[in-house]
């Protein structure tokens, strides 16, 4: 997402990428049959790997934004990946579980190849103030950087991707690579307590689903409440509990869906389906609410990013190889692993989510992006308080952890808005996480959908009183193992025209001036 100060526009980039042409159906639901019980797609191998759209996704940025040459913004990469990237100490401890979970993946088939990624990234796998050196990708940045977005999609590195999925067996060709587009999207918003205006992405992302909770918790006085009590973290799950119902039976490929995502924000929609929510009692599996829900609709290895230049143009960003550093599959030379997104397709044909040839799979990573009313800006004149008050740029955040994105966007915009906090406090503080129940990846009428009441579990700064209560309310809960995530965040001071970073102190993020 961007907001681009000179056009006064907010800007979506939807660089995702499509499943191979030349597989269908049959051949992944072979593969989970050999793999993962005929249940889900392989997390491991070719069958969950879609085309990479990131270096489309960068050059598209660039056309329309860039103002340096790309080898200018590529070198300083090439330099750490020839010369060596020091490796920081969560990055190593993740980075070890690579071997694994690869090398069992390798051993039973589901993984075809194996040496590329053993040599690239396990030969040993760095440790925590070791230097990280990728001559291999090194090489493939800088054909980038001086050859263009097309040398990686029909350029020497798109026939080298082609043919090593075809030696291995995989599904993915050079057609796939060649024919890769990404797409200009109009961001979704809804306002919050009248002053505030949130914006995400539409599907195949999961955005949407922390605007549905934002809606929904209008109605409750969460300032009264308090930060981590009984009732507001209720109020919060139950709301998570009916947007993800929405989540996984109809957030999908909208090309091939057939579903508006606005369908899920319309005005009074979010309203009526908190009219469930009791905060005495948790109710039992929701359903989807939307009227389309009868038709053919938790790792993560992501980064995210924002950033803001002296114009105040402001860039909220996020990729991700997805479950455990990717696919495992590394073509010959080329210094990157292909990531597993593709896992993220259901198998159930009358889901909108199914896999199809050439399909964008249900994505969970979400950047965010916020607008407030200058206030104190502003001067109130006789026409409408929203004409002397327009909402301005405020605020380019986003948050890591699969399902957990949406649930951390929503409980960062709550302690900015409604609990009064700062910036890095409200990154800081204790979070909570709602687990389980009815997935995209499911089928439309799976059991999860109809009894897997799921689990909260809470962060260790939530009272423990809290927990007891949510217990006693109906819902089991799990302390201190929440996957809180990776945040991020730039805010706009309207009072002192300054700009504010913060950064997740649960990671190895930072925040830095220039």
């Known amino acids: 997402i961007v907001w681009d100060p000179e056009t006064e526009q907010l800007y979506g980039y939807n660089g995702s990428g499509r499943s191979p042409k030349g597989a269908t159906l049959e051949d992944i639901q072979a593969k989970a049959d050999e793999f993962m019980d005929g249940e889900e797609i392989p997390p491991f191998g070719s069958a969950p790997v879609t085309v990479p759209g990131t ?3 960068w050059y598209a940025l660039h056309e329309k934004f860039g103002k340096r040459p790309m080898n200018m913004n590529l070198e300083p990469a090439i330099r750490y990946a020839r010369e060596g990237a020091p490796i920081p100490e969560v990055i190593s401890y993740y980075w070890s579980f690579g071997p694994k979970r690869f090398e069992p993946a390798y051993e039973s088939g589901m993984l075809e190849e194996y040496e590329n990624a053993k040599a690239t990234y396990f030969s040993p796998a760095p440790h925590e103030g070791s230097l990280f050196r990728n001559p291999d990708l090194a090489d493939t940045l800088e054909r980038i950087a001086y050859k263009g977005r097309d040398e990686f999609y029909s350029g020497e590195t798109a026939h080298i991707m082609g043919d090593y999925f075809e030696r291995i067996g995989g599904f993915l060709r050079y057609e796939d690579f060649a ?86 924000v319309r005005e009074g929609y979010n309203s009526e389906r908190a009219d469930q929510i009791d905060l005495e009692q948790a109710m039992s599996p929701p359903a989807a609410g939307f009227a389309d829900a009868d038709v053919t609709l938790q790792d993560g290895d992501t980064t995210y990013l924002t950033v803001t230049d002296k ?16 696919s495992g599959l590394v073509a010959d030379g080329l210094g990157f692993m292909f990531q597993d997104r593709g896992q993220l397709f259901s198998l159930d044909p009358a889901h909108p989510n199914v896999f199809e040839p050439g399909k964008r799979p249900f994505h969970t990573i ?40 949406p649930q951390g966007h929503v409980q960062v915009i709550l302690n ?44 260790s700064g939530i009272p423990p009183e809290t927990r007891a209560e949510l217990e006693r309310r109906g819902h089991a809960v799990e302390c201190c193992k929440a996957n809180a995530g990776g945040y991020q965040a730039i805010m706009r001071d309207f009072n002192t025209g300054a700009w504010i970073a913060a950064t997740e102190m649960r990671k190895d993020g930072s925040a830095d001036g220039y």
Request: hydrophobic residues 40%; proline residues 6%; glycine residues 12%.
């Open 55 to 57: 270096v489309d996704g």
């Open 179 to 264: 024919t890769h587009t990404g797409e200009w999207v109009e961001p979704i918003c809804v306002t919050y307590r009248g002053d505030y205006k949130v914006c995400e992405l539409p599907p195949n992302t999961q955005g949407i689903a922390a605007l549905q909770m934002l809606q929904m918790l209008e109605r409750f006085d969460l300032r009264s409440m308090g930060f981590g009590s009984a009732d507001s973290i209720m109020a919060q799950v139950e709301a998570k509990r009916l947007a993800f119902a929405d989540r996984a039976k109809g957030y999908a490929d909208p090309e091939t869906s057939g579903i508006d995502p606005k369908v899920f």
């Open 311 to 326: 114009d105040g143009m402001m860039v909220s960003l996020i990729q991700s190889n997805y479950r455990g550093m990717g």
């Open 366 to 405: 979400i950047p965010a992006f916020a607008f407030k009313k200058d206030m104190p800006g502003c001067q109130v004149r006789a026409e409408p308080i929203e004409q002397a008050c327009p909402f301005e740029p405020w605020l380019s955040l986003g948050l890591m952890g699969g399902g957990m994105q």
């Open 416 to 459: 900015l808005v409604d609990f009064d906090m700062g910036l890095q406090e409200a990154g800081d503080a204790a979070r909570w996480e709602h687990v389980g129940g009815c997935e995209p990846t499911d089928d439309v009428n799976g059991d999860a959908c109809e009894s897997d009441m799921g689990v909260v579990q809470l962060e």
